[in-house]
């Protein structure tokens, strides 16, 4: 080889050289860009799951809120239906003397529907009053 070939040579492999370099900076920017990018989404994607979590926690919040409201109010719908029972029970007493109200509370009622009797028909009742 003579010395002006290998001189080209060394040239073009410098070029080479420098052109490898040139690409290697590209690459090197474009994936620092691309790990800044990341990192951004990382930390969006945090920001959202921190503010989902905080959603799903303020809705078990109310749920547990709401469940203590509706045990309150069906414990105060019991007191309140006890005290009306026990306050008709009274009213019976003083009303009907002879009726003894404790045997009330053993006495099982039903929802009895007779389907003898059509809506237009009055039903016989034996305690009733029979009109002339």
Do not use: W
Not at 46 to 68: C, G, P, Q, S
């Amino acid at each position: 080889m003579c010395s002006t070939e290998a001189t080209n040579k060394v040239k073009e492999l410098k070029k080479r050289l420098e052109e490898t370099k040139m690409e290697l900076r590209t690459s090197r920017s474009l994936t620092d860009e691309l790990r800044g990018q990341l990192a951004e989404s990382s930390s969006t994607i945090d920001t959202f799951e921190a503010k989902a979590r905080h959603h799903l926690e303020i809705e078990a919040a109310k749920v547990v809120a709401v469940d203590e409201q509706k045990d309150k109010i069906l414990k105060f719908g019991r007191k309140l239906a006890s005290d009306s029972y026990n306050l008709c029970l009274k009213k019976m007493a003083k009303a009907f003397l002879e009726i003894d109200t404790e045997v009330l509370d053993h006495i099982e009622v039903s929802d009895f529907k007779s389907e003898d009797f059509e809506d237009d028909e009055v039903s016989e009742d034996p305690a009733a009053p029979i009109d002339p």
